[in-house]
């Protein structure tokens, strides 16, 4: 019979398996809810988001926990491949390195590298008139965001699709100024510079909300007069 650790709200059964953040299978025999409880502790306080994705096998023997970003990166990706997206155009930053990662998996999509995000805006706005479909643009936060700025507002102008996914800050770099952020008078704000001409600008705020934004944004997008939109993820969400 299973126990349950009231603490953490989770089974803990003989053979309790838990993917850490190396990606480790830790066998846990006789440990039971206390190396539960101490996993989970290590894992926030290394900023590992704690949505985790629980599966039991088919006798319930089995909690496979993954990092939640881990999970979310994938989910990307095959959303993505889903949709038909075979290019994805932009620059490689810090905020967005892990979604490469993710992408270098894919046998679908080709990441078309450039020098620079506003020669990567105006690819993807001549990838979407020639194909007729949104294109993807993916930008680094703060600079990158700001040189994409031209490319993107062209393809607005012009009723072009246009999904933009930038990365952000992690969550809780919010308010202190971190390295690359433009925040002088609201905190964690900057993806509000592309109010002005985008259809939307999304922040996701929440890992579970990244599914429903991204077809929103592809849907908006395309639908009614065209247009580009945004989506704003801070790193620790991908």
């Not at 979310?72 to 993505?80: G, N, P, T």
């Not at 390195?97 to 999509?109: E, F, N, P, R, Y």
């Not at 952000?168 to 008078?185: A, F, I, M, R, S």
């Not at 705020?205 to 991204?214: A, N, R, T, V, Y």
Request: proline letters at 5%; aromatic letters at 6%; glycine letters at 8%.
């Amino acid at each position: 019979k299973a126990q349950h650790d009231p603490a953490h709200g989770l089974s803990v059964d003989t053979r309790l398996h838990l993917a850490a953040g190396l990606g480790r299978a830790h066998d846990l025999h006789e440990g039971g809810a206390d190396h539960v409880g101490a996993l989970l502790e290590r894992l926030e306080n290394e900023r590992i988001s704690p949505g985790f994705s629980q599966q039991l096998d088919a006798q319930g023997a089995h909690l496979v926990v993954l990092r939640a970003d881990e999970v979310h990166l994938h989910q990307l990706v095959k959303y993505l491949e889903a949709r038909g997206v075979r290019h994805i155009f932009g620059l490689c930053g810090h905020t967005n390195i892990a979604v490469l990662a993710a992408l270098s998996k894919s046998k679908q999509i080709k990441f078309i590298n450039t020098r620079h995000e506003q020669v990567a805006a105006h690819a993807a706005d001549g990838y979407a008139r020639a194909t007729n479909k949104a294109s993807v643009l993916l930008t680094h936060l703060s600079p990158g965001l700001t040189n994409a700025a031209t490319g993107v507002a062209n393809a607005a102008l012009d009723s072009i699709p246009m999904v933009v996914i930038a990365g952000d800050v992690p969550t809780h770099y919010y308010g202190k100024h971190p390295h690359q952020e433009v925040n002088l008078h609201a905190d964690a704000s900057q993806y509000e510079i592309y109010r002005p001409f985008v259809k939307r600008a999304w922040r996701v705020d929440s890992p579970h909300l990244l599914p429903e934004i991204l077809e929103k944004a592809f849907t908006l997008a395309e639908s009614g007069r065209p247009g580009p939109v945004l989506v704003d993820v801070p790193m620790d969400i991908f």
